[in-house]
């Protein structure tokens, strides 16, 4: 994980400090605009990047689920305000966002050129990737962590993930500080994702030593602090152990892999984007692990125990429903957000098309009518 990172409370300094060396002279920054702007993060980026001498201009579009033509626009901004490097400065949209434009920064075509699986054409990137920065203000997605970007095409409901070598940060800047003023149930989202990143790589079949290491610790700090973050949002020390956990679930995308939750949860999202993706993954999360478990009972059992449980699948959904009874969110189902029982199947079709590559790191062997059961437990 070539990332360098730059973790604790005030690390967000370090942009100022002239023994750190900067990949550019000029910065696009990538936000969703309005929190980073209110609690003036944004002005301080931009104030310690001007006392190294280094300008910046912001794109300040993006989406909670972001769209392909912004990561068009904001490259054709970057390229005629003469930037060489990206910031992304936010959650993980904002970052997923910088990696995806700093792909276009210097490259032709379309994003979707690049991009492998559904309608994607999945082409050799042509020319070097512009250098990535990654200033995280929540604990989610891990993407300071991993090269992987999400994007969703509007217009044919696809939402993919993206990644190559050439798409991890070269900077990354974990400062809990910046999460204090995240509210409790994007906290809850957030903080699940991470978990089921670590989860879902440790069960998947590309699951090494080295990155059950990082997945086993990451689930024993969410497990024990996530409940803390969101119920006292002040309290700095289970900030920052969830924001490591959350770093910790990077490192394990980038050594193991996701498992065909995620493709449900993209899928659902895709028609959905209004769904935090946090909370997608929890609606599913009981049924899809109850359906997958058994296909490694071990491992389950092994994070039952990180639970506080009895080592066991039966210990392990045990665990995970108190885990989201703690943190207000067990009563979460996909119909309230919109989604329509009667297209499950659809949901389930998109999920094969768009994203269908993680499928085949399942231990599980979950066909299209599996993917709608566990869609319509997720239902009610």
Request: hydrophobic content about 40%; aromatic content about 8%; glycine content about 10%.
């Amino acid at each position: 994980m070539p990332a360098g990172l730059h973790f604790g409370p005030g690390s967000l300094n370090v942009l100022g400090n002239q023994n750190v060396k900067l990949p550019g002279s000029k910065a696009l920054i990538v936000t969703g605009g309005s929190s980073v702007k209110r609690h003036g993060y944004l002005d301080r980026v931009q104030q310690l990047l001007r006392t190294r001498g280094v300008e910046s201009v912001v794109f300040d579009k993006v989406q909670p689920n972001p769209i392909v033509e912004h990561v068009m626009e904001a490259a054709e901004m970057a390229r005629e305000s003469g930037c060489d490097f990206v910031i992304g400065l936010g959650g993980g949209s904002s970052m997923d966002s910088a990696k995806s434009i700093a792909v276009m920064l210097n490259n032709p075509g379309h994003y979707w050129d690049y991009v492998s699986g559904g309608s994607g054409k999945g082409l050799p990137i042509p020319h070097p990737v512009a250098p990535i920065v990654c200033i995280t203000t929540t604990a989610g997605t891990g993407t300071e962590a991993d090269p992987w970007t999400v994007i969703t095409k509007s217009d044919t409901n696809e939402k993919i993930g993206f990644g190559c070598d050439q798409t991890f940060p070269k900077m990354s800047i974990v400062d809990p500080e910046l999460m204090l003023t995240v509210p409790p149930h994007l906290t809850a989202y957030q903080g699940f994702d991470a978990l089921f990143h670590a989860m879902e790589g440790y069960v998947a079949n590309c699951a090494t030593p080295m990155s059950d290491l990082f997945a086993l610790k990451s689930i024993e700090l969410i497990a024990k602090w996530l409940p803390v973050a969101v119920n006292d949002g002040s309290n700095v020390e289970a900030r920052s152990a969830v924001a490591f956990a959350n770093t910790l679930s990077g490192i394990v995308e980038t050594g193991s892999c996701c498992t065909s939750e995620h493709s449900l949860e993209h899928a659902l999202s895709a028609y959905h984007p209004e769904m935090p993706h946090g909370a997608g993954l929890i609606m599913l999360c009981e049924a899809y692990h109850a359906a997958y478990a058994p296909s490694c009972p071990e491992r389950y059992a092994d994070m039952a125990r990180l639970f506080g449980e009895e080592g066991s699948i039966e210990g392990f959904l045990t665990g995970l429903r108190k885990l989201r009874e703690a943190c207000h969110v067990a009563d979460l189902k996909l119909s309230d957000y919109g989604v329509d029982a009667a297209d499950l199947a659809k949901y389930a079709r998109n999920a094969r098309h768009t994203m269908g590559g993680l499928f085949g790191f399942d231990r599980a062997t979950l066909d299209e009518d599996a993917c709608i059961e566990i869609l319509r437990k997720s239902y009610y």
